[in-house]
């Protein structure tokens, strides 16, 4: 199966600092990344769609100034978290899409970053 | 309204038992996916089976599978022959389709399995 990487898995940072988080596909291009965030014991919410070259769409609620995101290129996507305050801190899972496989199971996971900010 | 709802936060099975874990849905769509994945607690999200609106057999992958009823909105997943290592989180997930065009998932808000010796 394609395989998604994230890096860096686990991440502490003070509050008010900035945290990049990267997501790259290894071997497929993704034209579309998603990236979701899981508070302890809930479920995954989709904060943002991201697809190459173009900006991303947001969902309601996710503040795209706090959360930057870039797609640069067809296999890495990288999500800023600006100025992190501790209710910042999540479980953050970003998603790829292989576009040949559309129809069927097309996303493939990274593994996580877990973000503490202190 | 809620598109997908598990209505089960927990649930217990004794090892090599058979286990339902329930899962309704909520789309106008007539093209959609749906999906069942496991979180163990690295984090990591495996997926384990995907069904399409359309297909007509309940999809089938090793020891899990599907129970579709299109008519109800339902898409429980069974898991056969329960192992200690199936203990985990589990969540339904749905794509919707061709009119919305959007790709995302979205979740239930999971089922937390637990296997006992």
Redesign the interface.
């Known amino acids: ?1 394609a395989v998604v990487s994230q890096h860096p898995s686990r991440v502490i940072c003070k509050s008010g600092t900035s945290v990049k988080i990267e997501c790259r596909s290894l071997d497929f291009q993704a034209t ?1 990344m ?1 990236w979701y965030r ?1 508070f302890p014991k ?5 904060m943002a ?1 991201s697809n190459e070259g173009s900006k991303a769409t947001y969902e309601q609620g996710v503040e795209k100034d706090k959360f930057l995101i870039n797609h640069a290129s067809l296999t890495l996507s990288t999500l800023t978290v600006t100025s992190a305050h501790p209710e910042d801190s999540s ?1 953050y ?1 970003c ?1 790829a ?1 292989d576009g040949r496989l559309a ?7 990274g ?2 970053t ?1 973000l503490t900010v202190l | 309204a809620q598109k997908i709802t598990q209505t089960q936060p927990g649930m217990f099975v004794q090892e090599k038992e058979a286990v339902t874990l329930d899962c309704t849905y909520d789309t106008s769509d007539q093209s959609y ?1 749906l ?1 069942w ?1 496991k979180q163990p607690s ?4 495996i ?1 384990l089976i ?1 069904q ?1 609106s359309y297909d007509e057999q309940n999809a089938t992958e090793g020891r899990y599978s599907l129970n579709f009823q299109k008519a109800r909105k339902s898409a429980n997943l069974v898991i056969s022959a329960s192992q200690l290592g199936d203990s985990a989180m589990y ?1 339904c997930a749905m ?1 919707e389709g061709l009119r919305t065009g959007r ?8 089922t937390r399995l637990q296997v006992q010796p």
Request: without cysteine.
């Open positions: 199966g579309t998603f899981q809930q479920s995954l919410m989709l769609t479980f899972i998603s899409r129809g069927i199971n097309e996303q493939f996971f593994p996580g877990r | 996916g999906f994945y690295s984090g990591e999200m997926f995907y399409g969540f794509r790709r995302a998932l979205t979740f239930g808000s999971g």
